[in-house]
């Protein structure tokens, strides 16, 4: 498990802002650190050599969906917070979680390859040849996901 | 390349941002704060894909844009459904969720 300081640092970034987004005081606060975790993870692409996906994910994520959270709490805000101290079989369970992660991860022996890059023109030629039925079945799976938001909100209460 | 890692160092990163994400869903605080848990195991399985399509084929890069969609319709539907709780309930607790009928 090697990496060098650049890795860690961006490693304990995710995870830092990760808990903060979970346990800060303010819903605010915990937005932002939000926002900090998937930039991190952007930068994971980015240093991957996959700047197109790194931007889908600054794009979307960092910007769709966190636009819709904060829109979400300026509206309702964080109107039911459960009384903290009874989270000790969560964590028991997510630390057994990650030990199991790792021991299989390094039983597999999953050896190290050397990382490619993936040029843009390759990407769109492998994504137009092999997915691009997929992306039209998508496409409706989004119109009716999109559909039964609209629905859910604009619905009104039948009378009994 | 500006990070160095194995494949191994990945995976921990994968693996660490999972737990995290299963700590916050399942200490349920707040509705806000798991679907933040729910996008967190959603981000881990993507570094995974993406780790593993790095170093083997382009398929899994692919797949990660297709996630990537599906979850912020995700979090539209789940948002959607936590404001129409909030305002036909005047508050939103996750356990009672279950309530939403109407």
Redesign the interface.
């Known amino acids: ?4 300081i ?2 860690w640092i ?2 304990a970034v ?2 830092a802002s ?2 903060i ?2 346990e800060a005081t303010s ?1 605010l606060w ?1 937005a932002v650190s ?1 926002v900090v ?2 930039s991190e ?1 952007a930068l ?7 700047p197109i ?1 790194g931007g ?2 600054l794009a ?2 960092a910007g ?2 966190t636009i ?2 904060l ?3 300026m ?2 805000g ?5 009384p903290p101290g ?2 000790v ?3 028991v ?3 057994i ?2 030990v199991v ?2 021991v299989i ?2 039983a597999s022996a ?7 890059t ?1 040029s843009t023109e ?2 769109g030629t ?2 137009v040849e ?2 691009s039925f ?1 992306t039209i079945v ?1 496409g409706f ?2 119109a009716a ?2 559909y ?3 629905a ?2 604009t619905k009104k ?2 009378a009994k | ?33 798991m ?3 729910v ?2 195991i959603i ?1 881990a399985a ?2 995974n894909f ?2 593993f399509s ?3 084929n ?2 899994g ?2 797949f ?3 996630t ?6 995700e ?3 789940g ?6 709780f ?1 305002k ?1 309930f ?5 356990s009672k969720i279950k309530n939403l009928r ?1």
């Open positions: 498990m090697a990496g060098n650049y890795f961006i490693y995710v995870i990760a808990i987004a979970l819903l915990a939000f975790l998937l993870i994971v692409y980015f240093g991957l050599n996959m996906l889908i994910q979307i994520y769709g969906v819709l959270v829109f979400a709490i509206m309702i964080e109107s039911y917070r459960k009874k989270a079989k969560a964590i369970l997510s630390l979680l990650l992660g790792v991860s390094f999953i050896d190290t390859l050397p990382f490619k993936y390759y990407l492998v994504f092999r997915y997929f998508l799976i989004v996901i999109l039964m938001a609209n859910i909100i209460r039948e | 390349m500006l990070l160095e890692a194995d494949i191994h160092a990945y995976l921990f990163l994968s693996f660490s941002l999972f737990a995290v994400g299963v700590y916050g869903l399942l200490s349920r605080k707040s509705v806000i704060r679907l933040f848990a996008e967190m981000n993507n570094i993406v780790i790095a170093q083997r382009v398929d890069e692919i990660t844009f297709f990537i969609g599906l979850a912020a319709l979090a539209a539907v948002l959607a459904i936590v404001i129409v909030y036909r005047g508050e939103v607790i996750p109407w």
